[in-house]
Every structure is written in structure tokens, then in C-alpha cells.
């Protein structure tokens, strides 16, 4: 049952999700693969709407290059583990919240053992590998799976909800080559990161329709947004079993 303190914490949003749907977000736990851009933004948000718990996973120290957009980290956290300076801040927002972090590489072990505890999971990650592993436990799995990438003054956005729609593999079929230093400003991933927080919420209260078989695209240089349907590949290695 929610607070007293949960229900003025909350009062605003209560109105759109129901106390009923208040109470699922508080009872479920996500997990944010990334403390970057993409997962700064969508880790404050769901924290500030109250999600029960946060897993959060990033192999990576803050640099002061990823201040433009890694809004969780602050000057003096240079040299930190992303996933401390991220909990630190996230607690002192919403001490209701339990964050547990993992300050490790994502690999296909420690995919499985998290992802076994996440009613949804968000890709808020920045290389391909990774995101492909994510994506095939999610589907083995049967969880929810919510990608996005940014460049520059794009963004897209998947949501992948197994079986009843196309899998991240469905789209980009292979490994794409890896980049480094990929230009992006600051908004980009803010604004993609709170699409993604949004969907989990969708997803868990069952509010709204989630953005299933459609891949929604951010153009930031001329604000608009379009969508393209994405179909289920019957030659998918990752999905093309499922029922």
C-alpha cells in the first residue's frame, strides 16, 4: 500500500496512472543497462515517478567529456564509477527507491542473472555487442526490452515486447561496425531517455499503448517525429521461434 508520504510524493501523477497503476510501479523493479546519457535521463524519471527498484549497470568511470550530456554526473565525480555517482544522486531524489549497481561489463552471465529479476528492461547502452546480447536474453526471457540510440541531433526508439512484435535483430539484422567518439548534443539522449522512461511506465501500469513494431525517430533539426513499422523477420535468429 502507498504512504502517506507516497501519496503527496505522487499526488500529480495519480491522476493519469490510478492508484492501481501507482502501486505496480512501486512493486516493480527495472533495469537500466547504462549510466550514460540515455540512462541518466531515463534512471531520474522513473525514479522521481516511483519504480520500486533500479538496477543499473555500467562498466564505466565518469570522464568530463560526458558532462553535456550524462546529466546524473557532476564535475566532481570525474574518475567516479558511473553507477555510484548515479545511485548517490538518485537516493538523495527519491529515498523510496531501492537502487542496487553493478559496476561490471555486461556480459551474457550477468545479462541473464538481471534480467531474470527486471519486469522491464531499458537499453540505454552505447555499443552494439552489448545491445544485441540484451536484446536476445529479453527474449529468451519473455521481458520487455526498450532500445534507443542517439547521434548528433537524431534518436531512435524500439520497444520489444516478445512475441507480439519485432525483436532489435528483426531491424539491424548484424553487428554493426563499432564507433568511437559519436557526436551527439547534450538533448539528444535527454530526450530520447524519457521516451524509454515512459514506455517502461506504459509497460508496467498498463497505461497507454506501448510503441510495439514501430521504430520512432527524433529528428531534433527540425523537431518532428516519425515512425516506421518494423515487421517480425521470419529468418530472425533471435525471435523467429516464438509463437
Known amino acids: ?24 510501479l512501486r512493486k516493480s523493479t527495472i533495469l537500466i ?34 558532462l553535456n550530456r550524462q546529466i546524473l554526473h557532476w564535475t566532481n565525480d570525474v574518475g567516479e564509477p558511473k553507477v555510484f555517482s ?6 538523495k531524489l527519491n529515498p523510496n527507491v531501492e537502487i542496487d ?22 537499453d540505454a547502452l552505447d555499443n552494439w555487442e552489448a545491445r544485441f546480447i540484451l536484446n536476445k536474453v529479453c527474449v529468451e526471457m519473455n521481458k520487455p526490452f526498450i532500445h534507443a540510440g542517439v547521434e548528433g541531433m537524431y534518436g531512435q526508439m524500439l520497444v520489444v515486447v516478445p512475441g507480439k512484435g519485432p525483436c532489435l535483430q528483426c531491424l539491424i539484422p548484424r553487428l554493426p561496425p563499432s564507433r568511437g567518439g559519436i557526436p551527439v548534443l547534450g538533448t539528444t539522449p535527454g530526450i530520447l531517455g524519457l521516451m524509454q522512461a515512459t514506455e517502461a511506465i506504459k509497460i508496467v501500469t498498463g497505461v497507454g499503448e506501448p510503441a510495439v513494431g514501430k521504430l520512432v525517430i527524433y529528428d531534433g533539426c527540425t523537431m518532428s517525429f ?14 523467429s521461434k516464438l509463437s
Open 33 to 66: 543497462a547504462g549510466v550514460g546519457g540515455l540512462g541518466s535521463a531515463s534512471s531520474i524519471y522513473l525514479t522521481a515517478a516511483g519504480v520500486g527498484r533500479l538496477i543499473l549497470i555500467d562498466a564505466q568511470e565518469v570522464e568530463l567529456s560526458n
Open 101 to 122: 549497481v553493478y559496476h561490471d561489463i555486461l556480459s551474457e552471465e550477468l545479462a541473464r542473472r538481471l534480467v531474470k529479476e527486471a519486469d522491464v528492461v531499458i
Open 86 to 91: 548515479a545511485k548517490e544522486k538518485l537516493k
Open 1 to 24: 500500500m502507498l504512504t502517506e508520504e507516497e501519496l503527496v510524493r505522487y499526488s500529480r501523477q495519480i491522476p493519469v496512472l490510478g492508484r492501481e497503476g501507482q502501486e505496480k
Open 226 to 239: 516519425s515512425e516506421i513499422k518494423v515487421k517480425r523477420r521470419p529468418s530472425c535468429p533471435v525471435c
